[in-house]
């Protein structure tokens, strides 16, 4: 069966930097967009950023375009995400999601086929 692990999460101070990794198994990762999502306490879960399967085209929500940037390895079915810069409104649970869909940018989170747990990220001021 697919699954979608995150790791890298944790504890950071404000300005601080976290490189988090999500690691699949169980699907032909090249043909899948992968995205990031995140969920603050009490917030429904907001799209973070995503990267095309294709060429490798990404997107990001305004809220964190210049301070993170996602990537990927399909040698090693892994997308990433290195976050810098981070703020206190940046703590969240965040999560990793695979989409089949073709569109050429993939934000909505009904679009995403498959889910991992979730990493808590928590940036302290």
């Known amino acids: 069966q697919v699954q979608l692990v995150e790791s890298g999460g944790g504890l950071v101070q404000a300005g601080g930097s976290l490189r988090l990794s999500c690691a699949a198994s169980?699907?032909?990762?090249?043909?899948?967009?992968m995205g990031w999502f995140r969920q603050a306490p009490g917030k429904e879960r907001e799209f973070v950023s995503t990267i095309n399967w294709r060429a490798g085209s990404t997107y990001y929500a305004d809220s964190v375009k210049g301070r993170f940037t996602i990537s990927r390895d399909n040698a090693k079915n892994t997308v990433y995400l290195q976050m810098n810069n981070l703020k206190p409104e940046d703590t969240a649970v965040y999560y990793c999601?695979?989409?089949?869909?073709?569109?050429?940018?993939?934000?909505?989170?009904?679009?995403?086929?498959?889910w991992g747990q979730g990493t808590q990220v928590t940036v302290s001021s």
């Open positions: 169980g699907l032909t990762f090249s043909t899948y967009t």
């Open positions: 999601a695979a989409s089949a869909s073709p569109d050429r940018v993939v934000r909505r989170l009904e679009k995403y086929d498959y």
